[in-house]
């Protein structure tokens, strides 16, 4: 029951829609990062579930960064983490999906500088199968 004229104007102004409501969250820009030792392996599991996750979680994937390689080869051999590091340089990324700590490298070097990298440029890496994300300086 409205009994004033200043009630009148908040019944009104309740029962307007919200333009937050209907604004949509902006998508967070992320890359993902799938690597597999040998042409015999497959990575389209690996990109199925990350895509999967990405859309779940409302990210905006940018680009899916491939490589088929060992995972102790040298920083220098791996196109796919270069690939990331420079969309993260280029700012055109917030976040890096994995499937496992292991896609990025076998070697503890190679994965920390990649992390390191990423990590200078305010970009995180989430880690899918234990859902662990890394700390970036300006997380997003």
């Known amino acids: 029951m409205i009994t004033s004229p200043g009630d009148a104007a908040l019944t009104e102004a309740q ?13 967070i820009p992320v890359a993902i990062l799938v690597r597999v030792s040998t042409a015999k392996q497959d990575k389209a599991r690996q990109i199925s579930e990350l895509r999967q996750y990405a859309d ?3 990210y905006d994937v940018i680009e899916v960064c491939q490589e ?4 102790s080869a040298e920083d220098h051999e791996r196109d796919g983490l270069r690939r990331a590091e420079q969309l993260a340089r ?4 917030k976040k890096v999906l994995v499937h ?5 490298a ?3 070097s190679v994965a920390h500088r990649f992390v390191e990298t990423l990590e200078e440029c305010g970009v995180s890496v989430l880690a899918r199968a234990i859902n662990r994300n890394t700390s970036a300086k300006r997380q997003a």
């Open 15 to 27: 029962s307007q829609p919200n333009e937050s409501m209907h604004m949509k969250k902006p998508q």
């Open 56 to 58: 779940g979680k409302g």
């Open 68 to 71: 088929t390689i060992s995972g």
């Open 90 to 93: 280029e700012g055109k990324i």
């Open 100 to 104: 496992e700590i292991s896609r990025i």
């Open 106 to 108: 076998r070697k503890n």
